[in-house]
C-alpha cells in the first residue's frame, strides 16, 4: 500500500486521513477526544508523557497496520516492550494474553510475538518522534527509516467501507462538538 499518515491541506485545517482505518484511530488523537484523557496521575508532567505515549501507539498501529483488537494490541504491546522497555508494556503483554481463546493465544505466541520481539528489538527507539511533523510522509518510507516490517497478516473484523462511515460520523461528532464550545 502506498498510504500516508493523515494529511493537512493547510496549517488552520486538520488533517483529514486518506486511509479509513487510520481515519477511524486516528480521530481521538487528531480531535482531542476525552478518551484520550489521563486519570488519576496529578503531576501534570507525568500525564503529559502518559497522554504522548497513548497517542503515540496509536500511530505505531498505523504503521503496523494492526487493528483495535485484544490480540493485535498485545502483539503490539510486545512490540512497545522490546523497542522502548516501558514496563507498562511488558506487564501487559506478559498477562494480558490470559483473556485470549486457547486459539488466539496460540496465534500470538506462534506468529506476533516473535514478529514483535524481532521488530521492536531491532527497530530504532520510537518513543520521541513528532509524528505529527510527518503527517505527508509516505507509511513505507517510515517504516525503511526505522527498521519496521509488517507483522503477519493481521485478520480484520470491519469492512473498509465501515470503518470509513464510522470515521465520518465520528469527524462530524466531533465538528459539532467544536462548533458548540466556540
Not at 109 to 131: D, H, L, N, Q
Not at 135 to 148: A, H, M, S, T
Request: charged share 25%; glycine share 4%; hydrophobic share 40%.
Amino acid at each position: 500500500a502506498n498510504h500516508t499518515l493523515p494529511g493537512s491541506s493547510g496549517a488552520a485545517s486538520r488533517p483529514t486521513p486518506e486511509n479509513p482505518y487510520v481515519a477511524s484511530l486516528l480521530s481521538p488523537v487528531l480531535h482531542r477526544q476525552p478518551l484520550l484523557q489521563v486519570h488519576y496521575v496529578d503531576d501534570p508532567e507525568l500525564a503529559y508523557v502518559l497522554l504522548r505515549y497513548r497517542e503515540c501507539h496509536d500511530f505505531y498501529h498505523c504503521l503496523c497496520n494492526l487493528p483495535v483488537a485484544v490480540e493485535y494490541e498485545l502483539a503490539l504491546k510486545f512490540f512497545e516492550f522490546a523497542n522502548l522497555g516501558l514496563p507498562m508494556a511488558g506487564f501487559a503483554a506478559a498477562f494480558g494474553h490470559l483473556r485470549l481463546t486457547p486459539a488466539k493465544r496460540q496465534r500470538l505466541f506462534g506468529e506476533y510475538v516473535p514478529w514483535a520481539v524481532k521488530c521492536g528489538s531491532s527497530a530504532r527507539s520510537m518513543i520521541t518522534v513528532y509524528w505529527e511533523q510527518r503527517w505527508e510522509q509516505n507509511v513505507e518510507d517510515i517504516k525503511r527509516e526505522f527498521g519496521i516490517w509488517d507483522p503477519p497478516e493481521a485478520k480484520w473484523r470491519r469492512p473498509l467501507s465501515e470503518a470509513k462511515a464510522a470515521a465520518e460520523k465520528r469527524q462530524k461528532q466531533a465538528e459539532a462538538q467544536l462548533a458548540g464550545q466556540t
